[in-house]
């Protein structure tokens, strides 16, 4: 069952303190580029998946 209505945005404060949380964790490089490309261009982790 798919969900009905828009995703929540993110703040630009709360967008820059993921990338700063991301960066103490493993792969930062490789998750901020998810990130950024979720974010970005507004795709979702399955769209993501099949590029």
């Known amino acids: 069952m ?3 209505g ?3 945005v993110l703040t630009p ?3 820059a303190r993921l990338l ?3 960066q103490e964790h493993r792969y930062p490089e490789k ?3 998810l990130v950024q ?5 507004g795709l979702r982790v399955q769209e993501i998946a099949l590029l």
């Open 2 to 4: 798919s969900k009905i």
């Open 20 to 22: 700063n949380v991301i």
């Open 37 to 41: 490309i979720s974010f970005k261009l």
């Open 31 to 33: 998750n901020t580029a």
């Open 6 to 8: 828009q995703a929540r």
């Open 13 to 15: 404060d709360q967008f």
